[in-house]
């Protein structure tokens, strides 16, 4: 599973649907057209919010906003505690229910995110990140060790004031 050749697949595929090449069929601007390699792209709004256009640009108006609220709340969770990239990846998706451009994002996320996946699994990263965490923790192991034998252990609760 290369990067590298699913570009080149999906390339391909993109060459033979359209004459643009940019793999859409349909209205690139709406996002009512398919792609050659992921399905629908574009709106998911309801079809009698999509009829009326002052009523769909206020719909994804408010999307925009509330996925907005989303992504910054994450953001704010980066560096506290909290669920930072799982929030950010839920504004993303929320994002995604309307605008194309979000939809492209998170298909390219879930594309790397699953190649990272197989990457994981493969039995020789896989027996090198055990025996690099083997080693770690017995770095870790020996430096407490040592911190012990100098200065002891003493409980919390058994501090002298």
């Known amino acids: 599973m290369n990067a590298e050749s699913d570009e080149r697949q999906e390339a391909a595929g993109v060459a033979a649907t359209g004459p643009t090449g940019d793999g859409m069929t349909g209205d690139a601007m709406t996002g009512t057209g398919a792609t050659a390699v992921g399905g629908q792209l574009g709106s998911k709004a309801p079809q009698f919010i999509k009829a009326s256009k002052p009523l769909h640009l206020s719909w994804q108006v ?24 799982l929030v950010i ?12 451009w979000a939809q492209l994002v998170l298909r390219w996320t879930k594309r790397k995110v699953t190649e990272a996946a197989h990457r994981a699994l493969d039995p020789r990263v ?26 002891g252990l003493m409980m919390p609760w058994h501090v002298a004031r």
């Open 126 to 151: 896989r027996r090198r990140n055990i025996i690099l965490t083997a080693i770690g923790l017995a770095i870790i192991a020996g430096g407490v060790a040592v911190y012990i034998a100098n200065y």
């Open 89 to 100: 990846f839920a504004g993303m998706a929320i994002w995604a229910t309307e605008f194309v």
């Open 62 to 85: 408010g999307v925009f906003l509330v996925g907005l609220a989303v992504v910054a709340g994450g953001v704010i969770m980066l560096p506290l505690p909290g669920p930072g990239w």
